[in-house]
């Protein structure tokens, strides 16, 4: 999987838009860009994903760069509960042999102070 | 079941003592992921399956470590003759080989593992 750069950590208000940014300016045309979170004590869960297009679900929005090098997470109101690790990571669906081997990189630690 | 299910939950050895832990995948997910986690540390990649194939073993820490996969569901990770460092959480994580939604990924809730 093609690398990706996250700040180690950002800080936000309770009940703020946050913007969680990251870089891949490697990334392949096949590539699409995942967004996971890992909640203390648990394991990481699915956030939300795209391709080329941004895209909005109950969680978070993706806003992918036109030229895809770069995105960026947004938590419209983040909530005390949204205080977790958030990994960028870019996965081709269309793999096998050693593109399987899928590798997090450290994650953006969100803080939410009340 | 629903989701991905690891077992045990916790686990507490003795250094020396061999232990396996167990990975039930979300069914007919062809593809299965092994990870580690150390207190307070990232995400560290073990070991994938394509099916029962383990195409890239590289990522085992050491040769204590095994891993196999059988009738392309369940797995099982061994750790042989544990040491403290490997006190950890074993992730476990399942996918469908190929789709159009690029494969998300879904984890289970880990094994913790203490090594005493």
């Known amino acids: 999987d093609a690398k990706t750069t996250q700040p180690n950590s950002m800080e936000s208000n309770e009940e703020e838009p946050v913007h969680l940014p990251c870089n891949h300016s490697t990334i392949s045309g096949t590539d699409y860009i995942h967004w996971y979170r890992q909640l203390p004590s648990q394991g990481p869960e699915y956030v939300i994903h795209g391709l080329t297009s941004n895209v909005n679900n109950r969680m978070a929005s993706l806003a992918i760069a036109e030229d895809r090098k770069s995105s960026t997470l947004i938590l419209h109101r983040a909530t005390l509960r949204d205080a977790a690790v958030y990994y960028c990571i870019l996965r081709d669906p269309d793999y096998g042999g050693s593109q399987g081997n899928l590798i997090f990189g450290k994650g953006t630690k969100l803080s939410v102070k009340p | 079941g629903a989701g991905v299910s690891q077992s045990p939950s916790n686990k507490v050895t003795e250094k020396g003592k061999d232990v396996e832990l167990r990975c039930d995948p979300i069914s007919g997910h062809t593809a299965l992921y092994w990870y580690r986690q150390s207190l307070g540390q990232g995400l560290e990649f073990l070991i994938y399956?394509?099916?029962?194939?383990?195409?890239?073993k590289s990522g085992l820490p050491s040769d204590r470590f095994s891993a196999e996969r059988t009738g392309g569901s369940v797995s099982t990770l061994t750790i042989q003759r544990t040491q403290q460092e490997d006190s950890a959480v074993y992730l476990c994580?399942?996918?469908?080989?190929?789709?159009?939604?690029?494969?998300?990924?879904?984890f289970g809730e880990g094994s913790w593992l203490t090594v005493v």
């Open positions: 994580a399942s996918s469908e080989l190929w789709s159009r939604s690029g494969n998300t990924i879904y």
């Open positions: 399956f394509q099916g029962n194939s383990a195409p890239d």
